[in-house]
């Protein structure tokens, strides 16, 4: 075959939530987002909910809907992106809590669902998502008799323990949610990490589930296996792939394997990364193409039949310095051609 082949360890993913569960004294969620950040939400939901995980939040409605499916009828499932235009139907059938996210979004919500459950979520600094404090004082007597289960924000640089916006953005939630008596939350992963007077009454970790950073101390969840199509001996002096781009100063053998940036391997990684064969490193030559890449496998003794690009020598966020990006976009951009695997 062909097709690379996407392992998902979800034990590993299920030890993640329980060491973040761990680390505070309040309920623990689950982010599943990005088709639970690319490895298949339901199943990613599914298993979490067999870890312990008693709700779950996704982007949007229609992820919602899916996560619903896989997970069956009883837990909650909010959503980030609230309730937007045409989204009525899909969060009634889905039993969908909407994070409301605007005076427009409340008003929607109350007029279309009248006495179906929702959230709130405020702008305490990051300026993406939220009412902003003058919009939420403006509605929140309003809001609050309405009966919301939950009052959320959401922490622009919990990445960075050290950052003076943390603690900005938790004096500002307190001072808009203070005596709300109504459940909140304001920590992802990097969040839950901060300590535990960011935890308040739940956290919702994302990336740090699936293996990647801040949680350093998390378990990997993938390991992204590529099959050879062939092996060829390449002379010094000629060329590998688009654009001359990789000329061999020595005689070498490169293989030729399964993938390319129609996966999610960018194109910025030509000529950067590296592969693996078991233990051996084995550099990428030339430049990444829509579906191949050409792998130096001189130093492997024998056949080569598969490389790893993800695995125990290389996580996402290994991969994702060598071009400056994040881990997340490494993770949720693993494209659907990837034959997913799933172990426990």
């Known amino acids: 075959m062909a097709q690379a082949e996407l392992q998902i360890d979800l034990g590993a993913l299920k030890a993640n939530w329980r060491a973040l569960d761990a680390m505070t004294s309040v309920e623990t969620a689950a982010t599943v987002k990005a088709n639970g950040y690319g490895l298949g939400a339901g199943r990613v ?47 009634r059938d889905g039993a969908l809590i909407p994070m409301l996210n605007s005076v427009e979004q409340l008003t929607r919500h109350v007029e279309d669902l009248p006495g179906a459950p929702f959230g709130i979520q ?16 403006s509605v929140a007597e309003i809001a609050l008799a309405q009966g ?12 960075e323990p050290d950052h003076a916006m943390n603690a ?28 535990r007077e960011y935890h308040f009454d739940l956290t919702r ?77 084995c550099p990428l030559v030339g430049r990444v193409s829509m579906d191949l890449l050409t792998i130096d496998v001189s130093r492997v003794d024998g056949p080569v039949e598969a490389l790893d690009l993800l695995g125990p020598h290389q996580g996402v966020d290994a991969l994702a310095d060598m071009i400056g990006t994040i881990g997340y976009e490494m993770l949720t951009g693993l494209g659907p051609r990837y034959r997913r695997v799933y172990s426990d």
């Open 45 to 91: 939901a599914y298993a979490l909910a067999e870890a312990g995980a008693r709700r779950f939040f996704v982007a949007v409605a229609e992820e919602g809907a899916a996560v619903r499916a896989a997970i069956g009828p009883d837990l909650p499932i909010h959503v980030y992106g609230g309730h937007m235009a045409d989204d009525a139907a899909t969060l």
């Open 168 to 195: 900005q953005q938790l004096a500002t939630f307190r001072e808009l949610t203070d005596g709300a008596g109504v459940p909140r939350s304001l920590s992802a992963t990097g969040g839950v990490l901060l300590g």
């Open 122 to 137: 405020l702008d305490t600094g990051m300026n993406r998502l939220g009412m902003e404090p003058a919009e939420w004082a």
């Open 148 to 159: 919301p289960t939950l009052i959320m924000s959401h922490l622009a640089c919990s990445d």
């Open 205 to 281: 970790p994302g990336i740090g589930l699936y293996g990647g950073l801040p949680f350093a101390q998390a378990q990997p969840v993938v390991r992204l296996s590529i099959p050879v199509i062939q092996t060829r001996a390449v002379a010094a002096g000629e060329s590998v792939g688009y654009g001359n781009s990789f000329v061999a100063k020595r005689d070498m053998r490169v293989a030729t394997i399964a993938a390319g940036y129609a996966d999610g391997i960018q194109r910025a990684l030509s000529g950067k990364a590296t592969l693996w064969a078991g233990d051996t490193p």
